[in-house]
């Protein structure tokens, strides 16, 4: 079965500094998408990349798509304490109505 | 701007009871999803839905649940005998027809005691 891998687990980063978080697929992606959860409540969407190479950006946050599409990154610049929570990516794998799988997630924590 | 909305936020109940956790997806979305998510476990997918049917579900979605779209807007989950492992947060997720794009709601935290 497939399976999604996020790394780093957890993230300590002081505000001001950039990161990045990565998630691999042990197969081809369909789609590859993020999400931010708060702990205990509801997914955010945050970007969703289908092409090879495809890169996407919504304010201080950039993802990108690998060409092979298994493995996607997500790049905070100048983290804020806004962005403390946790990052999950989820997979398309080509089920006939798009449902998604999940990684464990990435717990991100902004000091201020 | 339009947002997936679930309800009860929080609901506590007795194991053998029955459940019913309700979702009203976004006005033009029309493939819609049941998800859950145990405590410190990652999210799930149990079941997806679209025209009416059943499209497709995991091994967890065995038949002690349902869904049901009674109406034009409601979308639900119901679980007819809780099990003390069916405690978890259930959110309910959908998307428009052109878009892979899938909404959450916030979820649904179930408590079976």
């Known amino acids: ?112 | 701007e339009p947002e997936v909305t679930q309800t009860p936020s929080h609901q506590v109940t007795q194991m053998g009871q029955e459940v019913i956790l309700r979702c009203v997806p976004i006005s033009n979305h029309l493939y819609f999803y049941w998800y859950r998510q145990i405590l410190g476990q990652k999210v799930e997918f149990l079941v997806s839905f679209y025209n009416n049917e059943i499209s497709e579900k995991s091994e967890i979605f065995d038949d002690q649940f349902s869904v049901e779209r009674p109406d034009g807007s409601n979308f639900t989950l119901k679980i007819r005998s809780t099990k003390l492992e069916d405690s978890a947060m259930y959110f309910c997720a959908g998307r428009d027809y052109s878009s892979y794009e899938q909404y959450f709601g916030p979820g649904t935290r179930l408590t079976v005691t």
């Open chain 1, 1 to 112: 079965s497939q399976e999604l891998e996020q790394s780093p687990q957890s993230l300590i980063v002081q505000e001001g500094k950039n990161l990045t978080i990565n998630c691999t697929s042990s197969k081809t992606l369909y789609g590859l998408y993020w999400y931010k959860q708060k702990y205990g409540e509801g997914l955010i969407f945050l970007m969703m990349l289908q092409k090879g190479g495809e890169e996407k950006s919504h304010e201080k946050i950039t993802a990108k798509l690998d060409e092979k599409k298994q493995q996607s990154s997500l790049h905070i610049t100048a983290s804020q304490p806004s962005h403390a929570g946790i990052y999950l990516c989820g997979a398309d794998i080509g089920g006939s109505q798009g449902n998604l799988i999940f990684g464990k997630g990435t717990k991100l924590s902004v000091k201020p």
